[in-house]
């Protein structure tokens, strides 16, 4: 959702909350969410993609609010440790709603995810298996697996790329039915596959040929080991344009590949259960990032706003190399003047959250927000770093503030 979705009246608003109204729930620098962009972006999915099950990325944003929010909206889970196995848990998820993902799952993590019930653990090695096929026999129970591949395919256009190389994700799919033929599995149940590409992909066109690939691999393997085929886990990885100039995700064509998938393949996946794994489309336009200005200084024709806030907070923008857009929050509707580089409070000359902003005349005490910071933010950031304290995070649905987490310092 673009900066503008969040003016009205030309004032900086989330869900009728005004800047004066976030400031009094939190000092800043803070975090702010709209859970109405959530339920939006849900409801685009499920539209977009019937007869495909959502499943909440946790880690894209652990916050209590979000899942509990996903939770009540029909989504799963996908959770990559046992803190969010908890979360998952206590948001109200249930068991057969719960996958677990990750490619070092000790057996603490195993017995975690036994002693839940989830539906799938997402086995990543073959050595992984085996622990698993000897937990599973000493309990006498018979867990669900799917089988992560770390596929052939090439994505192109993503920062993030997890298949087509060597990999730590998943069994090589050349080596997975070898690999797995040679264990005894008595008591491990096996499900289907599953395969993540990439993250952060505005291609459709790639997306749609993941989705056909991964049908006709999740066959084979399924023949090849003597298994009936009963879910297929398709990753996720939708992004959303960050930077100017890029072109959103097409979905409407999302959508076209998916419904001829399965118009095509009906025969395969009759009885087969079809996962997405979401977290950024879902939940990365609802946040902005809040900072004040604490000094404005001129060096060498460049202008820096210097603010309270810097990527020990936010730290995304700085190791992703994203330039993600930001606005003066308390002069939204003013017309843009020179350049700025938007600077944190840091000791390192890398703490720039935006850089070549073109912003009205910025002054000490202004406060600027820096957008699509709902995902990969609070949890992702050197938060002890120089200890500055905290930020603050602020969950606001249907018009009022459901969760508070004040700035701490």
Known sequence: MRPDAFVQGGRFEVEGLGLPDLLRLSKTPFYVYSGRVVRQNHRKLIQALPGFQIFFSLKANPLPAFSRLLCSLGAGAEVSSVGELRTALRAGFAQRSIIFVGPAKTRRDLSAALDAGIYAV????????????????????RPSVLLRVNTREQPVGAREVMVGGPSKFGLDEETLVSEVRKLNLRHVRLLGIQAYSASGVLDAGFIGRHLEYLVRLAGRVSRELGFPLRCIDFGGGFGIPYEAGQRELDLARVSRAAVRLRR??????????????????????????????????????????????????????????????????????????????????????????????????????????????????????????????????????????????????
């Not at 050595?127 to 006498?140: G, K, S």
């Not at 005490?365 to 933010?377: H, L, N």
């Open 122 to 141: 997402v086995v990543e090695s073959a050595a992984e298996l085996a622990i698993l096929e000897e937990l599973a026999a000493r309990r006498r129970v």
């Open 264 to 409: 095509d393949h009906a025969r395969e996946l009759r009885g087969c259960r079809l996962i997405l794994e979401i977290g950024r489309y879902l939940t990365a336009e609802s946040g902005v990032f809040v900072t004040r200005v604490v000094r404005v200084k001129q060096s060498r024709g460049r202008f820096f706003a210097i603010c309270d806030g810097g990527m020990n907070h936010f730290a995304r923008p700085v190791f992703m190399q994203v330039a993600q857009q930001a606005r003066v929050l308390n002069r939204i509707a003013e017309r843009p003047g020179q350049e700025y580089e938007i600077a944190g409070p840091l000791c390192t000359p890398i703490d720039l959250l935006a850089t070549k902003c073109r912003l009205p005349n910025i002054e000490a005490g202004d406060v600027i927000g820096v957008f699509d910071a709902g995902a990969y933010g609070f949890s992702m950031s050197l938060l002890r770093f120089l200890s500055f304290g905290v930020p603050g995070e602020i969950f606001i649905d249907q018009g009022r503030s459901v969760f508070v987490r004040r700035r701490t310092q």
